[in-house]
């Protein structure tokens, strides 16, 4: 071996699950290929059964360069397609990324650098919602706005520091294998569930401000809601799996939706004062989204209130109907953390 090559960082591997990704996919992919990254790179897409043009385009890119790679996710869901191309992949630097998000220039080089740098087993940075019409400009400056998803550092940014968890993550392979990949069983929420174990086991997850990934927000209402349901839905599960992680954060949406439908019903049953609740919530939410739409055209800035109280309420509902069995199904399931020989020792 010379000296070039001992200088060269480690290889880097990419993973993306997608399912019906045809509007995102190659911006995604080419956002990657166009890493100004020194060392040796591979990008694996576990393909789930999509209904539009992904397998084609999936297809095509691969064609087009000889880094792409598929492999088959017949279940479609992203933790099993995340544990398909982690199996595919080959390199001591995994990368994760969605088929709807996009890395921005020196991501992967300057994530490569922290993990030397901490010792981190894992890290990730800020989840920049960019949107490409006022629905998604809308959903974006709700995302980033503390009304809309709290103080997460991910979402509002702050300063690098350790963390519970990580938009997406760039992992130390011997992290993940070491702990046998992603839970299948939690369908959302399995970062959480991954970097709950990491920890566990005393690796460090970090979070850092020079990471950006720019993501593309749900294009519907409807799509938005089914979105924040199941994030409701999944925390639930978390807290009910995990004692103790539940904040007064995850809390406020399931009081919103509880005290604004009781306001309702007092209000058309027993007396008007019971209006001022659900009222109360809606002038909060609108004067919330003045400073979110700053920049914005008109049409976007009016959409910002039906933004948040999308993601408010689906959120919130989600959580209330979270079902105890999906949580013993999932606690049934639960993987203790895997202690390396160092910390066994």
């Not at 593309?216 to 089914?226: M, N």
Request: aromatic letters at 6%; proline letters at 6%; glycine letters at 8%.
């Amino acid at each position: 071996m010379n000296a070039k090559s001992e200088a060269l960082p480690p290889a880097v591997s990419v993973i993306m699950p997608v399912l019906n990704e045809e509007r995102h996919l190659r911006e995604a992919v080419h956002a990657i290929l166009r890493q100004e990254y020194a060392g040796e790179m591979e990008v694996v897409v576990a393909l789930g059964p999509s209904t539009d043009r992904t397998d084609e385009i999936a297809a095509e890119l691969v064609r087009e360069d000889p880094r792409v790679h598929t492999v088959p996710n017949p279940t479609g869901r992203t933790p099993a397609a995340l544990n398909a191309a982690i199996k595919a992949s080959r390199h001591p630097i995994v990368v994760r990324v969605d088929g709807h998000a996009a890395l921005s220039p020196g991501y992967i080089t300057t994530a490569v650098r922290l993990l030397e740098e901490t010792g981190a087993m894992n890290v990730g940075g800020i989840m920049h919602a960019e949107g490409q019409n006022d629905w998604e400009h809308a959903v974006a400056a709700a995302m980033t706005s503390k009304i809309g998803v709290g103080n997460a550092a991910f979402h509002t940014g702050g300063a690098a520091q350790q963390a519970e968890t990580v938009y997406l993550g760039v992992f130390c392979r011997e992290a993940l294998e070491q702990q046998g990949g992603y839970n299948e069983e939690f369908i959302r929420a399995q970062d959480w569930e991954l970097n709950f174990r990491i920890r566990e086991a005393g690796g460090l997850i970090w979070f850092s401000p020079e990471l950006k990934v720019s993501y593309r927000p749900r294009p519907s209402v409807k799509a938005l809601a089914k979105q924040y349901k199941d994030y409701g839905r999944w925390r639930h599960v978390v807290a009910r799996y995990h004692e103790g992680s539940i904040n007064l954060r995850y809390l406020a949406p399931p009081t919103a939706v509880c005290a604004i439908a009781a306001g309702v019903v007092v209000g058309a049953a027993l007396t008007p004062w019971g209006f001022v609740i659900p009222g109360g919530y809606l002038a909060a939410i609108v004067a919330g989204s003045i400073p979110a739409g700053k920049g914005l055209p008109l049409k976007a800035r009016l959409q910002i209130p039906v933004a948040l109280a999308t993601m408010h309420m689906s959120w919130g509902w989600g959580f209330l109907t979270s079902p105890r069995s999906l949580a013993r199904k999932v606690i049934a399931s639960r993987r203790p953390a895997v202690l390396g020989e160092t910390q066994e020792a």
